[in-house]
């Protein structure tokens, strides 16, 4: 995980108890016994690119909060806090809400990698990661990074190698 880094992000969210009816009324697709009102959820609330953060709780209004609010504070969470006591309830809360989220990832971070856009294609990985631990694909795919960012020519060519060699391994030697 990779905290530090991206302490913005983490920063730009607020954990909100969210009634049933709201929550319904975001996503007509919830199945009641689904939800768990009781549990707090990761709301991004503000784009973490330009740093302008509300005053976290108090300033941001409930009316404003959509689905896709809370689907980005969970992919915030589980791409860098894992350990999080919830991140169950999350993982199938997100993958309830939008079932087809790892082929949809994959082929986003596919384009991003293509395009050379590496920083966003780790952490959309980082996030699918921490989704799904056991995704061959996602594991997969951070080799294929990890072999285009040795290609750029740059001293740290040897070390982006080394962990796509590392992920091809552990993947060879692993069951799933």
């Keep these: 995980m990779r905290k530090a880094k991206n302490q913005p992000l983490l920063d730009s969210l607020i954990y909100l108890e969210i009634p049933d009816e709201l929550l319904k009324s975001i996503s007509s697709s919830l199945h009641s016994s689904i939800v768990d009102s009781g549990v707090k959820l990761p ?12 005053d976290k709780k108090r300033d941001f209004d409930i009316s404003t909060l959509t689905v896709e609010m809370i689907l980005a504070g969970m992919l915030i969470v589980f791409a860098y806090e894992r350990e999080h006591k919830d991140i169950e ?3 199938h809360l997100f993958l309830q809400l939008r079932p087809n989220i790892r082929e949809e990832m994959l082929s986003g971070i596919l384009i991003k990698i293509n395009n050379r856009d590496y920083e966003l294609a780790e952490s959309l990985l980082e996030s699918l990661i921490g ?16 072999e285009q960012k040795a290609k750029e020519g740059k001293k740290e060519d040897k070390k ?7 992920i091809y391994d552990e993947l060879i030697c692993t069951e799933r």
């Design 131 to 146: 989704l799904d631990e056991k995704c061959v694909n996602a594991y997969l795919m951070l080799a294929y990074l990890y």
């Design 89 to 91: 309830y999350y993982r």
């Design 43 to 54: 709301v991004q609330i503000a784009d973490s690119t330009n740093g302008d953060f509300p």
């Design 160 to 166: 982006y190698r080394v962990e796509a060699k590392k």
